[in-house]
């Protein structure tokens, strides 16, 4: 990091401090850092798709090094992996910063190598096709160790009207369309998770994207919740109903 006034526009900019990340997987900010402690000293955390975020310079500072995993965060975005590796302290060890697809985290990082990978507005919030979504749930499988963890968040199966800063520019019935195509990935996404969950391949856990409102009780099965708008205005009408989901790898 070059000095504090650096470390926070950065913060700033990116809006992707630690405990923001950890409020969108429904966690709190020691919550999320004991999923990273809990992989240990020779287990591995992959940040896929960091975007500008500083998190692993937040966690370099709150976990003893001793304990601390392999961090790598990784984004196919060059600038957003420039701003980030400006956050680490130069010679920090047992952290890398690269550029890579969170579509090729098995190939850069072996089969059964990570303990935990956390996902945030990445997929399925990026899909496009059903075919896109089942191969990044693949990489998921193929990556994590049995036992290991997947973090994902937000799957807005009922999105508001800026769920998506692309819809600022539509007209309405473009708007409509688009959201009627991201309810109907995101929905697919699920299903083919219950898929994979039912195959014993994974096990779920779905928990509503924290903000400064009461939670709201839900279904264990996301798909059988319906939330009304009224009881949560704030974040629906900004982002629509966000959940995140915890994907536990089986053990053999």
Request: aromatic residues 10%; charged residues 25%; proline residues 7%.
């Amino acid at each position: 990091m070059n000095d504090t006034k650096t470390f926070e526009r950065k913060m700033f900019i990116s809006g992707r401090n630690l405990e923001t990340v950890a409020a969108w997987h429904g966690l709190s900010r020691e919550a999320l850092l004991d999923h990273i402690r809990q992989a240990g000293p020779d287990g591995l955390v992959i940040d896929t798709g960091s975007g500008r975020s500083p998190i692993f310079s937040e966690v370099i500072d709150a976990v003893d090094p001793t304990v601390r995993p392999f961090l790598a965060a990784i984004d196919t975005d060059p600038a957003c992996v420039d701003v980030v590796q400006e956050t680490i302290p130069p010679g920090t060890p047992k952290v890398t910063v690269e550029n890579v697809s969170g579509l090729d985290m098995s190939k850069k990082f072996g089969d059964n190598s990570a303990s935990l990978i956390i996902a945030s507005f990445l997929f399925p919030y990026w899909n496009t096709n059903k075919q896109e979504g089942n191969q990044f749930i693949d990489e998921l499988y193929s990556t994590l160790k049995p036992g290991g963890k997947a973090l994902l968040a937000p799957l807005y199966l009922q999105p508001g009207p800026s769920a998506r800063h692309d819809a600022r520019e539509m007209t309405q019935t473009q708007r409509e369309e688009f959201f009627d195509h991201l309810k109907s990935v995101e929905r697919d996404f699920v299903e083919e998770l219950y898929k994979r969950q039912k195959a014993g391949e994974i096990n779920l856990s779905f928990r509503y994207a924290l903000d400064e409102l009461d939670q709201i009780p839900m279904s264990t099965d996301p798909r059988l919740t319906e939330v009304s708008p009224k009881r949560y205005p704030h974040w629906y009408d900004h982002y629509g109903v966000g959940l995140a989901v915890e994907i536990t790898k089986s053990e053999p």
